[in-house]
C-alpha cells in the first residue's frame, strides 16, 4: 500500500490555465506538507497542515492556494499558472509535525507550464 | 545565518570503494538532523536521523552518519558503494520550533 500518493504524475499544461494536484496519505498522519523541487533539485517548503490547519505559509503567490478537506488529504491548487512555477511537486507527512519527526514524502508531480 | 550546506554538488566513486557525503549547518543550537535519499523520478526516503546521545548514527541501506558538534557537521558515510545507490543525497535540518530546512543536494554517481 502506497502511504503517500499524488496525482497526477505528471501535468503539461499552458501559462494562465489553473490546475490542481492531490495527495493522500493512508499514515494516520496529523500534518502534511507541500514542498516544491526546481530543476536545480533545491527542495523548499511551500505549505504545512495540521490537522486540517495551516501551520507553515512560506512566501508563495497566492495564486497557489492549498486545501485540506481532512488530515488525510492535502491539495494544493494553482491558478493563472507561469512559466516559472513548473517544478517537481512533493507532498510530504508527518506523525505530529514535530521538529524531529520523519516526513514521508509521495512520489512528486512534474508540472511543465509551456 | 541559518543554514544547511552541502558543498558537493556532484561526487562520483566507484562500485565498492566508500564514499561520505558532508553536510554542514548554521544554527543557534543543535538542530534535528537527518539525511535523505531521492531515487531517480521518485520522492524522498529517510536514510537516517540524529536527535541526542550516541553521534554515530546507523540508517538503512548500510549508511551511517557522525555528527560532530564542534565542526557543525553530519557527514554521511557509507563502507562499500553499490549501484543502487546513485541518486541525489538531501541533508536535512529541523531546528526545534521551526520548520525542516534542505540543503541543495549532492548527486551520486556510481561507476562500475
Known amino acids: 500500500d502506497t502511504a503517500v500518493s499524488q496525482t497526477p504524475k505528471y501535468l503539461v499544461t499552458q501559462m494562465g490555465n489553473d490546475k490542481s494536484i492531490k495527495c493522500e496519505q493512508n499514515?494516520?498522519?496529523?500534518?502534511m506538507y507541500w514542498y516544491k523541487q526546481d530543476s536545480k533539485k533545491f527542495l523548499k517548503i511551500m505549505f504545512s497542515y495540521n490537522n486540517k490547519e495551516l501551520i507553515i505559509n512560506e512566501t508563495v503567490p497566492n495564486r497557489f492556494s492549498p486545501k485540506s478537506p481532512d488530515k488525510a488529504h492535502l491539495n494544493l491548487h494553482i491558478n493563472s499558472l507561469e512559466l516559472g512555477d513548473s517544478a517537481v511537486y512533493f507532498c510530504a507527512s508527518s506523525y505530529s509535525g514535530g521538529a524531529g519527526d520523519t516526513q514521508y514524502f509521495g512520489p512528486g508531480t512534474r508540472l511543465t507550464v509551456l | 545565518a541559518q543554514s544547511v550546506t552541502q558543498p558537493d554538488i556532484h561526487i562520483t566513486v566507484s562500485e565498492g570503494a566508500s564514499l561520505e557525503l558532508r553536510c554542514n549547518y548554521s544554527y543557534g543550537a543543535t538542530p534535528y538532523l537527518f539525511w535523505y535519499v531521492q531515487s531517480p523520478g521518485q520522492g524522498l526516503q529517510l536514510l537516517l536521523k540524529y536527535f541526542s546521545g550516541d553521534t554515530l548514527v546507523q540508517g538503512i541501506k548500510g549508511f551511517e552518519a557522525e555528527f560532530k558538534r564542534s565542526q557543525s557537521s553530519f557527514n554521511l558515510r557509507k563502507p562499500s558503494v553499490h549501484w543502487s545507490d546513485a541518486a541525489e543525497y538531501f541533508c536535512?535540518?529541523?531546528?526545534?520550533?521551526?520548520?525542516?530546512?534542505f540543503g541543495a543536494g549532492t548527486r551520486l554517481t556510481v561507476k562500475p
Open positions: 499514515l494516520g498522519h496529523d500534518t
Open positions: 536535512a535540518v529541523a531546528p526545534p520550533a521551526n520548520d525542516m530546512r
